[in-house]
């Protein structure tokens, strides 16, 4: 009897250390994950002071105006670089229709 009770005890015990120790590793996670999000908050708020010193001045203003807007001041010239269209495209667009020029003949269509 006595042995029965001090097994009782002792599944009692046992349950609280459990829940104890799983609170930890969950405590663990969490302070792990949020080290993480400081940090990258910590990045961000560098980037921002960043980008804020730099529109601070005149020539980062007209930096971030010209690279969203594309324009230009007075006195100045814009050139637009266009890139030739694909040859490869136009190559196989030519073989396809080929092809069928050469079915159609076949067939004398």
């Known amino acids: 009897m006595t042995i029965l009770i ?4 002792f ?17 663990k996670e969490n302070l792990i994950e949020t080290q993480k999000d400081l940090e990258n908050l910590e990045n ?4 921002l002071e960043n980008e804020i010193s730099s529109l601070s001045t005149e020539k980062g203003v007209d930096a971030e105006i010209r690279s969203k807007f594309r324009v230009v001041k007075g ?35």
């Open 6 to 9: 001090l097994f009782v005890i």
């Open 11 to 27: 599944l009692i015990f046992a349950r609280a250390t459990w829940g104890v120790y799983t609170k930890n590793m969950d405590t």
């Open 44 to 47: 961000r708020k560098t980037d």
């Open 75 to 109: 006195g100045e010239k814009m050139i637009l670089l266009i890139d030739s269209p694909d040859v490869a495209s136009t190559t196989e667009v030519n073989n396809i229709s080929n092809f069928w020029s050469e079915v159609l003949d076949l067939f004398s269509f």
